[in-house]
């Protein structure tokens, strides 16, 4: 990183990040347009918690896959 040595980030680190942005940001605009609003909340909250659960994995393991970050 350019401010601090602290943080290792990688170019690839950058890259992921913007690409899981980028699929939940689709996802959520694919669900808005295709189900009813009843349904929608359900799924847009299931790809949001999931979203997060994968972020949270890559930048610190917290189920100790081997996609795991340090």
């Not at 939940?24 to 979203?51: A, D, E, G, H, M």
């Not at 949270?56 to 393991?61: P, S």
Request: aromatic share 12%; charged share 15%.
């Amino acid at each position: 990183m350019i401010w601090t040595d602290q943080v290792n980030w990688s170019l690839l680190d950058f890259c992921i990040m913007g690409a899981l942005l980028l699929a939940l940001s689709v996802t959520i605009r694919l669900i808005r347009r295709s189900l009813p609003n009843r349904q929608k909340w359900v799924y847009i909250l299931f790809v949001i918690v999931l979203f997060i659960l994968l972020w949270a994995e890559l930048g610190v393991g917290i189920f100790d896959s081997p996609i795991a970050g340090d």
